[in-house]
T-cell receptor, first 119, second 115 residues
Framework: AQTVTQSQPEMSVQEAETVTLSCTYD???????LFWYKQPPSRQMILVIR??????QNATENRFSVNFQKAAKSFSLKISDSQLGDTAMYFC????????????????FGTGTRLQVTL | DTAVSQTPKYLVTQMGNDKSIKCEQN?????MYWYKQDSKKFLKIMFS???????INETVPNRFSPKSPDKAHLNLHINSLELGDSAVYFC??????????????FGPGTRLTVT
């Protein structure tokens, strides 16, 4: 079974600064996907960024980037130029690659990191 | 034009009642899911359907029964509600694996409160 660990329950960052959220995971799978989801107070789950395990290049989406270390099973999220709207819970999630087309794979979530962006 | 919708968004009911939560997606996805988020914000898969077929059924009490009338809808029926069922329930959908995209898109959630 897969496990996802987020060791930082809460973090705080000042507006315009950079913050890194940590995530480690444990799996025996070789093909899988990793995600960061954001959950603002509205409780909507919003996909921030995704990474395919077979890709060595780290994914980036505007101010969001990841540091994917497959051997270390680490998948951290860096938020640059933090904005007040980034205040939210951030969840790291793992999904193994489906064995065949048409099969579903569940997301396994970490416990989340609550990020507060301050003025 | 909402991609994944759930009704109702809030549900307050008494112990012992039976209730349903509805989910619909207009993304043309083949797979739909139910997740439960508890009071500590932990999210866990409950069920998944692919083209109306149940393919993931985690350890969930029998009081919970998903129903998929077609691949665009996945409803969750809960019998004999208990206090511990209070949570936020999220519906999600994804295209079939093997296509270009595979991420799961979530609905707005339904906050269930059992009193």
């Amino acid at each position: 079974a897969q496990t996802v660990t987020q060791s930082q329950p809460e973090m705080s960052v000042q507006e315009a600064e950079t913050v890194t959220l940590s995530c480690t995971y444990d799996t025996s799978e070789n093909n899988y996907y990793l995600f960061w989801y954001k959950q603002p107070p509205s409780r909507q789950m919003i996909l921030v960024i995704r990474q395919e395990a077979y890709k060595q290049q780290n994914a980036t989406e505007n101010r969001f980037s990841v540091n994917f270390q497959k051997a270390a099973k680490s998948f951290s999220l860096k938020i640059s130029d933090s904005q007040l709207g980034d205040t939210a819970m951030y969840f790291c999630a793992f999904m193994k690659h489906g064995m065949r087309t048409g099969t579903a794979s569940k997301l396994t979530f970490g416990t989340g990191t609550r990020l507060q962006v301050t003025l | 034009d909402t991609a994944v919708s759930q009704t109702p968004k809030y549900l307050v009911t008494q112990m012992g009642n039976d209730k349903s939560i509805k989910c619909e997606q207009n993304l043309g996805h083949d797979t739909m899911y139910w997740y439960k988020q508890d009071s500590k914000k932990f999210l866990k898969i409950m069920f998944s359907y692919n083209n109306k077929e149940l393919i993931i059924n985690e350890t969930v009490p029998n009081r919970f029964s998903p129903k998929s009338p077609d691949k665009a809808h996945l409803n969750l029926h809960i019998n004999s509600l208990e206090l511990g069922d209070s949570a936020v329930y999220f519906c999600a959908s994804s295209p079939r694996q093997g296509t270009a995209t595979y991420e799961q898109y979530f609905g707005p959630g339904t906050r269930l409160t059992v009193t």
